[in-house]
Nanobody, 127 residues
């Protein structure tokens, strides 16, 4: 699975952005999808996860819960990360990832459990 992330940019605090993660040539219906981010000088951080199509479980850390929403559009082979009420602390490079459904949902927030990655897209939130 080849993933392409896009949608990053510069936004003021309180604003919104929508990131997209598109698969070329393969649908994502049977993949668990995740978004991770890495701020300058910090470790990678889990942001959101979405289970395979038809179950659609979601999981967020407390840092983004209520502000970020992960969703999928099967017809477009695309997973989105809608980010609202952005804060300067959300500034980071955001990367999307996928893993096969058979790998299970239990470790949805575990970065090493994902085996397909897109390149990152930079989100900068100004104060």
């Amino acid at each position: 699975v080849q993933l392409q992330a896009s949608g990053g940019g510069l936004v003021q605090a309180g604003g919104s952005l929508r990131l997209s993660c598109t698969s070329s040539g393969r649908n994502l219906n049977n993949y668990i999808m995740g978004w991770f981010r890495q701020a300058p000088g910090k470790e990678h951080e889990f942001v959101a996860a979405l289970s395979w199509s038809g179950s659609d479980y979601t999981y967020y850390p407390d840092s983004v819960k209520g502000r970020f929403t992960i969703s999928r559009d099967n017809a477009k082979n695309t997973v989105y990360l809608q980010m609202n009420n952005l804060k300067p602390d959300d500034t980071a490079v955001y990367s999307c990832a996928a893993k096969e459904r058979r790998k299970g949902w239990d470790y949805a927030s575990s970065r090493p459990s994902y085996n397909h990655w897109g390149q990152g897209t930079l989100v900068t939130v100004s104060s």
